[in-house]
């Protein structure tokens, strides 16, 4: 099996990627469902963000408010800090259980934060998805409500688009041309099949 990480800023149209794979009859973790299920009121994730941030993150059904906890953490680097120190165990130990239970032989993973989160190694290769600029601010105001200061606050926190590609091993452009961001997937699929592909370099 050979465990591919697809990554890149919010806003960068990693999912459109995802599904696109996903049509192509190939598996694809998802590391924001994971984190959305181990927020959950019966999972390990809850109760330590509740210890951790306070009952204000939850709403009125006792459910971790995502945006009242993002609101927290995205604005302050310590907290974030502190809110990844609990959930990136627990998402990395379930990417592991997917992976174990697939007989791909091409395994895909969504991993938004896999740089910051120090889990590149755990991948043979890393695709990134990049967007202009403002392209990804528009996805960000018109997809997430989200202001220009809070969406430009969100960018901030993570690490750029250039770094990102620097350190993978496919670059992929989503402006929002799919079909030839398609052909684009397909391509390096098939070469990777046919090993017609140069040697994997990813920069340490």
């Known amino acids: 099996m050979i465990k591919i990480a697809i ?15 996903r049509n192509l009859g190939y598996p694809v973790a998802d590391c924001d469902a994971i984190s959305h299920a181990i927020l959950q009121p ?24 995502r945006a009242a906890l993002g609101a927290i953490v995205f604005q302050d680097d310590a907290r974030r800090r502190q809110l990844e120190a609990i959930t990136h165990p627990l998402i990395q130990a379930e990417l592991n259980r997917q992976a174990k239970a697939s007989s791909s032989p091409l ?5 938004p934060l896999l740089f910051e989160a120090g889990m590149e190694k755990q991948f043979d290769e890393i695709i990134t998805v ?7 601010l528009q996805r960000l105001q018109q997809g997430r409500g989200l202001s220009p200061q809070q969406a430009r606050a969100r960018m901030a926190a993570q690490m750029s688009q250039e770094e990102k590609s620097r ?21 390096w699929i098939k070469e990777k099949q ?7 370099r990813i920069p340490q």
């Open 130 to 136: 990049t967007a202009p600029l403002e392209t990804i």
């Open 167 to 187: 350190r993978s091993t496919l670059t992929i452009v989503n402006d929002g041309d799919i079909p030839a961001m398609q052909d684009q997937i397909q391509q």
């Open 42 to 65: 019966d999972q390990a994730g809850y109760k330590a963000c509740v210890e951790a941030f306070g009952p204000a993150i939850l709403d009125d059904q006792g459910r971790i408010n």
């Open 107 to 111: 395994w895909f993973a969504e991993v």
């Open 194 to 200: 046919d090993g017609t592909e140069s040697e994997r």
């Open 7 to 21: 990554t890149g800023v919010i806003g960068s149209g990693k999912s459109t990627l995802s599904q696109c794979l």
